[in-house]
Nanobody
Framework: QVQLVESGGGLVQAGGSLRLSCAAS????????MYWYRQAPGKQRELVAQ???????AYADSVRGRFTISRDNAKNTVYLQMNELKPEDTAVYYC?????????????WGQGTQVTVSS
């Protein structure tokens, strides 16, 4: 069982920046990919960014150019650098890890960290 612990959330003014961290209890290099999702009140959880074990990244259209996902394999940690924050970025942000083949996929979630952007 992989444990994921997010940190770095908080309250920030629009235009500001935050960096979220996701510390894993196991070697993240063994994960297929690491993901950041978010869920705003009354909305479905949405994928924000992902990074594969090979370093390939992808972003939701709403955050591309403002957010950057990265990983430090030595620290088993994934980051989400969020710049030019907007009130609509307010949500609980979750770290997710997926491991294994499709027929035996393991799916792990952190507890979430609140990000609130004031206008």
């Amino acid at each position: 069982q992989v444990q994921l612990v997010e940190s770095g959330g908080g309250l920030v003014q629009a235009g500001g920046s935050l960096r979220l961290s996701c510390a894993a209890s196991e070697n993240i290099f063994n994960m297929n990919a690491m993901y950041w999702y978010r869920q705003a009140p009354g909305k479905q959880r949405e994928l924000v960014a992902q990074i594969t074990s090979g370093g390939w990244t992808a972003y939701a259209d709403s955050v591309r150019g403002r957010f950057t996902i990265s990983r430090d394999n030595a620290k088993n940690t994934v980051y989400l650098q969020m710049n030019e924050l907007k009130p609509e970025d307010t949500a609980v942000y979750y770290c997710n890890a997926k491991r294994g083949p499709l027929y035996l996929r393991e799916d792990y979630w952190g507890q979430g960290t609140q990000v609130t952007v004031s206008s």
